[in-house]
């Protein structure tokens, strides 16, 4: 009597998973640095990607690369079909970017939702912001030329 094999594919199908890898993020913003904001997400079958930020009322904004025109706004969703990273650059961050941006992955069985808070490091002053670091060279250039004033 032979041997015989049989050999079987099973997929199973899930709801989305997100896990974020950090839940705070803080940057130090210059107007010439961007921050990420990164979560895995599990599903199968392969969710889409929507990255929201929430107002300060608690309202959701829906963030589209296509939509903004200065480029704020950069997703990279990476990875296998079933495991995948999706990350949200934010370019050029100025301290109005702060707060608390959401992940919604989805597909036919579900939806799940992530979210990471971003704290934006910077001195604002007259309404403006400006950086820890260029006020210090603000201050010293400012201190260097009362000082040539008063040499003889």
Not at 30 to 41: F, L, Q, R, S
Not at 43 to 64: I, K, M, N, Q, V
Request: glycine fraction near 8%; aromatic fraction near 10%; charged fraction near 25%.
């Amino acid at each position: 009597m032979g041997e015989m094999s049989i050999v079987a594919e099973i997929q199973v199908s899930f709801a989305p998973i997100i896990v974020c890898t950090d839940k705070d993020v803080t940057q130090y913003g210059n107007y010439d640095v961007d921050a990420e904001v990164n979560c895995i997400v599990e599903g199968y079958p392969t969710p889409t990607f929507e990255w929201y930020f929430l107002d300060e009322s608690g309202a959701e904004h829906l963030l589209r690369e296509q939509d903004d025109y200065l480029k704020k706004y950069r997703v990279d969703n990476s990875g296998p079909d079933d495991l995948r990273s999706s990350r949200l650059i934010i370019a050029n961050i100025v301290f109005d970017d702060r707060g608390t941006y959401v992940l919604k992955a989805i597909n036919e069985l579900g939806t799940a939702r992530g979210e990471v808070g971003l704290k934006v490091r910077t001195d604002r002053i007259g309404g403006s912001d400006l950086t820890c670091g260029r006020i210090s060279y603000f201050v010293v250039a400012l201190l260097a030329s009362v000082v040539l004033l008063l040499l003889p």
